[in-house]
């Protein structure tokens, strides 16, 4: 059921988040935990008047496309050891996804701790990251521009903050990203209290705008980079020649940027890089109608798709009549014959996730009824918020 948050409440949820996640620490002064907390909805069982399994439902917004679409970030699935086995967690998932629905939120995501467990209610890999590891040497290919500046210290610094917050906000009206966290203000002081040692470093061109960003931090000997965004060669450059600036301190150099990165093009020798693609996140399509109104699709003006079967959010299950009109996309339930046909999760990997229908199509996972031409664009996912 969905909880009060009353004192009371709360004084039932710590104690249970802090022995299911081994925190030693009051949570009730950890503002990482409540600013969370504050902005999301709980959900919990109780057995012998005891809370005894426990789900946050924190308030996003994702980006797809041209398309702000609610979302909500599950985090804190928790049970004490006695109780597991009693099915409390699958009851409070379904519960929680009805929910959303009545209140308009079309998409969950979170990060898993078993994708079979979370792929029983729906949810499918879809976001990705890309990391790089880079033998120091590498960097010796690249050198200072002549034009612009590095500027250099920690989110705390209100010109450097409100500089990335503008990078990001760019990145988020491009149109092209899809299933990225819209930051909220709270949720980027939140960055600040999570990650306490990280610094920041910008490049800023000739008339002193904001052209690339990197979160970067020390870990003993390695310069790990947490999140990197750049709009041109000149400023990625810059970044690079920063980030080998410390190899007299640093014998290791990590890169995590999203999976459509291409990074490694910028090096003229690729033989001291390892790369790595890794899952970090699952997404969970709730109205499957806008979430497919929000993607961009080519080929075709209108196709009809299935979802074959949907048991914990049945209202999706059935054809949808997909129709590009100039620009604008609408999605509908249909009487139509299907073009093509499979599960909400397979169809989370085309919409959602980094496969193209195609793709689907040939690995089996996507059924093609008809002659249709229709491919929907992959966007690119900068996602780097953990919940």
């Given at each position: 059921?969905?909880?009060?948050k009353t004192n009371?409440?709360?004084?039932e949820?710590?104690?249970l988040i802090?022995?299911?996640?081994?925190k030693t620490n009051d949570l009730?002064?950890?503002?990482?935990f409540?600013s969370?907390?504050?902005?999301?909805d709980s959900y919990?069982?109780?057995?012998?008047?005891?809370?005894?399994?426990?789900i946050m439902?924190?308030h996003f917004a994702?980006q797809?496309?041209?398309?702000q679409?609610?979302?909500?970030?599950i985090?804190?699935?928790?049970?004490?050891?006695?109780?597991?086995?009693?099915g409390?967690i699958s009851?409070?998932m379904?519960?929680?996804?009805e929910?959303l629905h009545d209140?308009g939120v079309?998409l969950s995501n979170?990060?898993?701790w078993?994708?079979?467990?979370?792929?029983q209610?729906?949810?499918?890999?879809?976001?990705?990251?890309k990391?790089?590891s880079i033998?120091?040497?590498?960097f010796?290919?690249?050198?200072?521009p002549?034009?612009g500046?590095?500027?250099?210290?920690?989110w705390?610094n209100p010109?450097?903050?409100?500089?990335?917050?503008?990078?990001y906000?760019?990145?988020?009206?491009a149109?092209e990203?899809?299933?990225?966290?819209?930051?909220?203000?709270?949720?980027?002081?939140r960055?600040?209290t999570?990650?306490?040692?990280?610094?920041?470093a910008?490049?800023?061109d000739?008339?002193q705008a904001?052209?690339a960003?990197?979160?970067?931090?020390?870990?003993?000997?390695k310069?790990?980079?947490?999140?990197?965004y750049?709009?041109?060669?000149?400023?990625?450059?810059?970044l690079?020649?920063f980030?080998?600036?410390?190899?007299s301190?640093?014998?290791e150099?990590?890169?995590?940027?999203?999976e459509d990165?291409?990074?490694?093009?910028?090096f003229?020798?690729?033989?001291?890089l390892?790369?790595s693609?890794w899952?970090?996140?699952?997404s969970?399509i709730?109205d499957?109608?806008?979430?497919?109104?929000?993607?961009k699709f080519?080929?075709?003006?209108?196709?009809?798709l299935?979802?074959t079967?949907?048991?914990?959010?049945?209202?999706?299950?059935g054809?949808?009549?997909?129709?590009?009109?100039?620009?604008e996309t609408?999605c509908v339930?249909?009487s139509?014959?299907?073009?093509?046909?499979?599960?909400?999760t397979n169809w989370?990997k085309?919409?959602?996730?980094?496969?193209?229908?195609?793709q689907a199509i040939?690995?089996?996972?996507?059924?093609?009824?008809s002659?249709?031409?229709?491919?929907?664009?992959?966007?690119?996912?900068s996602?780097?918020d953990?919940f």
């Open positions: 059921m969905k909880l009060d009371e409440i709360l004084d949820v710590v104690p802090q022995y299911a996640f081994l009730k002064k950890d503002n990482n409540m969370c907390y504050r902005h999301s919990g069982i109780f057995h012998d008047g005891k809370l005894a399994s426990y439902a924190i994702s797809i496309f041209d398309h679409i609610k979302m909500s970030g985090g804190y699935v928790s049970s004490y050891p006695e109780n597991r086995g009693r409390d009851k409070l379904k519960e929680i996804l929910d209140e079309s979170l990060a898993p078993s994708e079979t467990f979370y792929r209610y729906g949810y499918e890999n879809s976001i990705y990251q990391t790089y033998e120091p040497t590498m010796k290919y690249f050198k200072l002549k034009t500046k590095i500027v250099r210290g920690n705390s010109t450097l903050s409100s500089l990335i917050k503008k990078l906000q760019k990145q988020i009206n149109g990203e899809r299933n990225t966290v819209i930051r909220a203000k709270w949720w980027w002081h960055l600040e999570y990650y306490p040692s990280r610094y920041v910008i490049y800023v000739e008339n904001p052209q960003y990197m979160f970067y931090r020390f870990t003993n000997k310069f790990k980079v947490d999140e990197i750049y709009t041109n060669a000149t400023a990625i450059t810059a690079l020649n980030i080998g600036g410390h190899i301190s640093c014998t150099f990590e890169i995590t940027a999203p990165s291409l990074l490694e093009e910028y003229p020798d690729q033989s001291g390892s790369i693609i899952p970090y996140m699952m969970r709730v499957f109608g806008e979430i497919a109104s929000a993607v080519v080929g075709e003006k209108t196709a009809n299935e979802v079967e949907d048991d914990i959010c049945p209202w999706n299950a054809v949808w009549h997909l129709v590009n009109n100039s620009g609408s339930k249909t139509a014959k299907p073009d093509f046909t499979g599960s909400i989370t085309v919409l959602l996730g980094h496969l193209t229908l195609k040939n690995l089996g996972l996507i059924k093609k009824l002659s249709s031409k229709l491919e929907f664009l992959n966007g690119k996912v996602f780097y953990y």
